[in-house]
């Protein structure tokens, strides 16, 4: 059963934007994004809160946004001004309600590859 489905990565040049998509089968608590590079660890990108609160990476602050529909169930992030540098694949992670417990259980995306050409 899927919980959590990406999109939007691609090939774009440097400068270039795009909008990642992850779309949950339910409700979302909370959620962030991760990527990561070949040859490294995953990093936080962004994350959001239930009350819509955000957080960056010093690395994207002014150049990423987070952002979530509630009504769709599905959390965004808009890559603008991207560098080679960004180049990774991105994973979505987000909290989904356990139906029936007041509980949260966290779900990682699939991945999207992003990469930028300079």
């Known amino acids: 059963q899927v919980q959590l489905v990406e999109s939007g990565g691609g090939l774009v040049q440097a400068g270039g934007s795009l909008r990642l998509s992850c779309a949950a089968s339910r409700s979302i608590f909370s959620a962030a994004w991760y990527r990561q590079a070949p040859g490294k660890q995953r990093e936080l990108v962004a994350s959001?809160?239930?009350?819509?609160?955000?957080n960056y990476a010093d690395s994207v602050k002014g150049r990423f946004t987070i952002s979530r529909d509630n009504a769709y169930n599905t959390v965004y992030l808009q890559l603008n001004s991207l560098q080679p540098e960004d180049t990774a694949v991105y994973y979505c992670n987000a909290f989904l309600g356990v139906t029936g417990t007041g509980t949260y259980r966290g779900y990682w995306g699939q991945g999207t590859q992003v990469t930028v050409s300079s």
């Open positions: 959001i809160t239930g009350g819509g609160s955000t």
